[in-house]
């Protein structure tokens, strides 16, 4: 079952900020939002996690609703290398919890 | 650069055989875990091994094993090969025991099963 849901793709362009949104509207008092990206083929990469409060930190900003329902990454400046696949994921620390990857978003940068 | 690195990078093979991946995690990290990356199956957990041990079994298929060695690398087993095998393979690593959310992958080693 998918905890998480998010649009397909998105389009965004270079310079601007570029805001991924994220449903987890079933997710539990303890469960954490992390964000992956995978570039082209490239192993995935850990973007940001939080739990309740925003976080940011080199890469991007984490928005979290107070409700805890739905989730943003923002990236501030997008770039052209910033054209990935991004993933949002709900993810429980607990023996036996493994990070589980949907299908995340396919975030074009352009010109 | 993630730390992790992952032989072969890519790797071409037939039916009915046999292959290994090997992965050296970043130094320091003691589990390593496998991902499997499928065009209609998007990133499926496979296995984990904490320190030699394994931690963790997910849609790991029968044909498929793995170990990790006292270096703490890490070796995913491929044996009667099928086309639905093809994919690519990523290793990640992280440093500590429990689940932790965040890991360091690979580049990946992609199979092609012809």
């Known amino acids: 079952d998918a905890k998480t849901t998010q649009p397909p793709s998105m389009d965004c362009a270079e310079g601007r900020a570029a805001n991924l949104p994220c449903n987890h509207s079933t997710i539990s008092g303890n469960e954490y939002v992390y964000w992956y990206r995978q570039i082209h083929s490239q192993g995935p990469q850990y973007i940001i996690h939080g739990l309740k409060n925003n976080e940011t930190n080199e890469m991007a900003s984490l928005i979290i609703t107070e409700d805890r329902k739905s989730s943003t990454l923002i990236l501030p400046h997008a770039t052209l290398r910033d054209t990935a696949v991004y993933y949002c994921i709900v993810f429980l620390f607990g023996a036996g919890n493994m990070l589980t990857f949907g299908g995340g978003t396919r975030l074009m940068v352009k010109p | 650069d993630s730390g992790v690195t992952q032989t072969p990078k890519h790797l071409i093979t037939a039916t009915g055989q046999r292959v290994t991946l090997r992965c050296s995690p970043r130094?320091?990290?003691?589990?390593v875990y496998w991902y499997q990356q499928s065009l209609d199956q998007g990133l499926q957990f496979l296995i984990q091994y904490y320190n030699g041990e394994e931690r963790a079994k997910g849609n790991i298929l029968e044909r498929f094993s793995a170990q990790q060695f006292p270096d703490l690398h890490s070796e995913l087993n491929l044996s009667s090969l099928e086309l639905g095998d093809s994919a690519l393979y990523f290793c990640?690593?992280?440093?500590?025991?429990?689940?932790?959310?965040?890991?360091?992958f690979g580049e990946g080693s992609r199979l092609t099963v012809l």
């Open positions: 130094s320091g990290d003691l589990s």
């Open positions: 990640a690593s992280s440093v500590r025991v429990g689940n932790t959310g965040e890991l360091f």
